[in-house]
T-cell receptor
């Protein structure tokens, strides 16, 4: 199994509060991704990183920001959580972009009340 | 618009029989395709992939077929086992283009149930 951990694994928060999810890898992979999974939508890319301090937006980036100050850590921040951000969030890593598989973490279940 | 489509939300198969999961795509620039399996409360796990230069790739009980002219791929599981019961996601990318085009686009998934 790829060495990917996510924290916290579960979180309940109130609307309007800031939330930060952490993804940590021990594989030294260059690429890291944040996805959300919702019923009827599959997996949708929020943001991704192609190196330290190099990030870009994905399909559903509104309301989210990311930071990557070290190769091993990729943080996802909800500046002011909304109920529409209730979801399961997955981090993934990849050695290279393109024709290479991504390996996923165990997920964080976030509930915004 | 949905670039990767899995039109069957669910599929039920008897143990020992073949499971066929289907996936259609609309972007003719996609050149790399993957299948992931996901159990409840776990992250997706990579299953098998295929490049557009091939039309078939096999790994044990799992075979992926690619029909580029129809923009269609399928995953065959033979024989199906109860442990194969999971949600299967199809994904595609423009692998040779790099940048954001190399990112994976996922279908919505098909829930496979294999009955003993």
């Amino acid at each position: 199994d790829a060495g990917i951990t996510q924290s916290p694994r579960h979180k309940v928060t109130e609307t309007g509060t800031p939330v930060t999810l952490r993804c940590h890898q021990t594989e030294n992979h260059r690429y890291m991704y944040w996805y959300r999974q919702d019923p009827g939508h599959g997996l949708r890319l929020i943001h991704y990183s192609y190196g330290v301090k190099d990030t870009d937006k994905g399909e559903v980036s509104d309301g989210y920001s990311v930071s990557r100050s070290k190769t091993e850590d990729f943080l996802l921040t909800l500046e002011s959580a909304t109920s529409s951000q209730t979801s399961v969030y997955f981090c993934a890593i990849s050695r290279l972009a393109g024709a290479y598989e991504q390996y996923f973490g165990p997920g964080t279940r976030l509930t915004v009340t | 618009d949905q670039q990767v489509k899995q039109n069957s939300p669910s599929l039920s198969v008897q143990e020992g029989r073949i499971s066929i999961l289907n996936c259609d795509y609309t972007n003719s620039m996609f050149d790399y395709f993957l299948w992931y399996k996901k159990y409840p409360a776990e992250g997706p796990t990579f299953l098998i992939s295929i490049s557009s230069i091939k039309d078939k790739n096999e790994d044990g009980r799992f075979t992926v077929f690619l029909n580029k002219s129809a923009k269609h791929l399928s995953l065959h599981i033979v024989p199906s086992q109860p442990g194969d019961s999971a949600v299967y996601f199809c994904a595609a990318s423009q692998a040779n283009y790099g940048g954001s085009q190399g990112n994976l686009i996922f279908g919505k998934g098909t829930k496979l149930s294999v009955k003993p």
